[in-house]
């Protein structure tokens, strides 16, 4: 993989993330007991792994919004969401030409990009779901 295709691949991956997070934030509102607005503002600057905590926690008509294995699926993705944004340009090894030394990076970013777009789309889906249960 080229670095052009790289930047591309990761901008795409980033933004699913940024979904992600938006989705979470946007169950956890309309989950909790107060109107959407208030909920949402509790919860805006939440990170990953506190949304992922408060759906965990959730007593209310959301509590089984994910399963099981799709939260440890969402948590091991957290997890990979941080070398992406914080360390993936520093931890690579890139040739002279721009590729991708290792191919298993390559790989690992076009798998990490495909789960995170499916989650996206979950996620979004199980958001319009609570919605309408909460007539919002």
């Known amino acids: ?6 930047r591309q691949k990761h901008s795409e991956l980033i ?19 107060m109107p959407f607005y ?3 503002k509790t919860v805006e600057r939440s990170n990953l792994t506190e949304l992922l905590n408060r759906i965990n926690k ?9 399963s099981k294995e799709e939260k440890e699926a969402l948590a091991a993705m957290i997890k990979r969401r941080n070398f992406w944004t914080h ?9 002279h030409n721009g590729e991708l ?11 990490d990009l495909n ?3 499916k989650m996206r789309k979950l996620l979004y889906e199980r958001f319009m779901q609570i919605k309408d249960l909460a007539n919002i």
Do not use: P, W
């Open 1 to 6: 993989m080229k670095l052009d295709e790289f």
């Open 15 to 33: 933004e699913n993330y940024q979904f992600i997070e938006m989705h979470l934030e946007a169950i956890c509102a309309t989950s909790c007991k």
């Open 38 to 40: 208030e909920g949402l």
């Open 58 to 66: 959730l007593e209310t008509k959301a509590e089984n919004v994910l």
């Open 87 to 95: 360390n993936c340009y520093t931890d690579l090894l890139f040739k």
């Open 101 to 111: 030394k290792r191919e298993a990076d390559a790989k690992r970013m076009l798998s």
């Open 115 to 117: 789960e995170s777009a």
